[in-house]
């Protein structure tokens, strides 16, 4: 069987392009239905940003903050708030922020129109009743989350996202004068989760030729981005190549690193971005090429990952590590294979993390 993946329905593209917003939901908004509910990263509060966002009377702005990563009780808080406004359904959700914004608005959207907790609907194809209609804007390049079907959380018993066509987002907003004002640490550590998304499908067994041909530009635009002078350019590169990472797993899928990088967040909430970068310099072993050439870009870049990172974790602690990460059926079996259980024992994994 060959994977029928929902795509984003609609893309606007370029500089200064947020200001068409307003235009595109304004199609959106009738006398039936509540406001736009727009879920916007605390970092741009008191900043230029809010006020370019078209929000009317009967929308509502809410602040997430994440600083850590987004969990399935934020998710029901927030939509508990949305439903405490009113009888009315909301208009759409719009999520404008990082990655982890991204994720929010997509879970969000799901959440108001299926019942229970998102804790309940995260794995794969869980989710019973179309979203409502929700656009992601996002302000930082590298995650994919903007063209992905995954929402990321951290549940009551694992990190895993909410697989779903219905988190699929109806309009994504890229602009890459959005990303002006994120600091060189993460936009490092979140393109460098772009460029592990393209080591992974690249190296994987799922690879056909659509997630080649995304993965390989991909690639190339990250390597324009880190191993050259940067340019104003570089921007709109670097969120081209997040979206054609995405893309690109979207047809095959991520691999060791996001494997672990999974467990090792749920352990110690780690940020996606650092946690891959922590665990794909361990990985000399499955992908040798990339690893080096990922240690070239850390040194252009000044950036020194964090070590000993699990040098003091408990037996428990390991443990849990360890069932997050050999959780992650579909991304072993990219990686290594369909028989990847005889290769990646618990055993192997400890010893992967004790190197973190
Ligand atoms: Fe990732």
Same mark, same amino acid.
């Given at each position: 069987m060959f994977r029928n993946f929902k795509m984003v329905d609609r893309l606007v593209y370029g500089r200064?392009?947020?200001?068409?917003l307003e235009g595109i939901l304004e199609e959106r908004r009738n006398s039936e239905s509540g406001g736009m509910v727009f879920l916007m %990263? #605390? *970092?741009?509060?008191? &900043?230029?940003l809010p006020s370019r966002i078209p929000i009317r009377d009967g929308d509502r702005l809410l602040w997430v903050n994440v600083d850590q990563e987004p969990t399935t009780v934020t998710v029901d808080s927030l939509v508990e708030t949305v439903q405490s406004a009113g009888p009315n359904p909301s208009a759409g959700v719009i999520g404008v922020g990082g990655g982890s914004v991204m994720d929010l608005a997509k879970a969000v959207s799901v959440m108001l129109t299926n019942p229970g907790s998102a804790a309940d609907y995260q &794995?794969?194809?869980?989710?019973?009743n179309s979203s409502i209609y929700h656009v992601g804007v996002p302000?930082?390049? &590298?995650?994919?989350a903007e063209v992905s079907r995954t929402a990321v959380l951290i549940g009551p018993v694992r990190k895993l996202g909410i697989n779903s #066509?219905?988190?699929?987002? #109806?309009q994504i907003v890229l602009d890459p004068?959005?990303?002006?004002? *994120?600091t060189d640490e993460q936009r490092f550590y979140t393109g460098m989760d772009c460029y592990i998304h393209c080591v992974e499908s690249l190296n994987g067994?799922?690879?056909?030729a659509f997630s080649r041909a995304y993965g390989e530009k991909a690639m190339d635009l990250c390597r324009e981005v880190f191993l050259a002078e940067r340019t104003p350019e570089s921007e709109e590169k670097l969120m081209i190549a997040s979206l054609y990472g995405g893309m690109s797993i979207a047809y095959s899928q991520v691999g060791v690193c996001h494997a672990l990088s999974y467990g090792l967040s749920y352990v110690l909430g780690l940020h996606h971005g650092i946690g891959n970068c922590v665990v794909f310099d361990a990985l000399e072993e499955f992908y040798p090429e990339s690893v080096d050439e990922f240690r070239t870009m850390c040194d252009r870049h000044g950036v020194s990952l964090p070590r000993?990172?699990?040098?003091?974790?408990s037996e428990d602690q390991f443990n849990t590590m360890t069932r997050v990460a050999l959780s992650m059926d579909p991304l072993w079996e990219n990686a290594l294979?369909? %028989?990847?259980k005889s290769r990646m024992t618990e055993d192997r994994v400890r010893e992967l993390y004790e190197a973190m």
């Open positions: 200064g392009c947020l200001a068409q %990263d #605390d *970092v741009f509060h008191g &900043g230029p &794995g794969w194809d869980l989710v019973e302000t930082l390049s &590298g995650t994919g #066509d219905y988190s699929v987002f #109806d004068d959005l990303t002006a004002t *994120v067994t799922y690879l056909n000993h990172l699990t040098s003091s974790l294979g369909p %028989d990847w």
